[in-house]
């Protein structure tokens, strides 16, 4: 996992083309957040999609890890709680291929996520975003970028 204010996104453009692809077509490009939808990022299977939301309980929420994805979660506005841990130290419950979402159980550290800030989720990295807890605001708009594991290079 990759937890840092993008102000210093540029330190990591060396690990992979398409990470500086996401944070240029970002840059370049206005998302609607009251509609949204997923928005291609160049040819390759990577994509965007604009989120809206108002975070809620850890109780509500399911602890989440990709086979097929690398997330790259970018805060726009408001402070949520995201929680991590390294995927082997938790239990698997099920995977849905089709979506590509396996969901576990476990215990979790949780970060403040707030504006400005950007989280790089890899295979091995469990993840819960959207929690509610000290400092959250009512509503969070922020961008997850879907990036093929094959992709990242």
């Not at 291929?97 to 403040?112: A, K």
């Not at 996520?113 to 509503?139: C, L, N, W, Y």
Request: include cysteine; hydrophobic fraction near 35%; aromatic fraction near 14%.
């Amino acid at each position: 996992m990759i937890f840092d204010d993008i102000a210093h996104v540029g330190l990591y453009y060396h690990l992979s083309r398409t990470m500086k692809d996401a944070f240029d077509f970002l840059q370049d490009n206005k998302l609607s957040f009251e509609k949204p939808h997923a928005f291609a990022i160049g040819t390759e299977g990577t994509y965007a999609l604009p989120q809206k939301y108002s975070p809620t309980e850890k109780e509500e929420k399911s602890i989440e890890a990709h086979h097929r994805y690398i997330d790259i979660q970018i805060m726009l506005d408001g402070v949520e709680y995201l929680g991590f841990a390294q995927k082997n130290t938790l239990h698997t419950c099920e995977y849905d291929e089709e979506h590509d979402f396996e969901r576990l159980t476990g215990t979790l550290s949780f970060l403040p996520f707030r504006k400005d800030f950007f989280a790089v989720f890899f295979p091995h990295d469990a993840h819960m975003p959207g929690v509610k807890g000290p400092g959250s605001t009512k509503t969070v708009r922020k961008v997850v970028i879907k990036v093929p594991i094959d992709r990242w290079e």
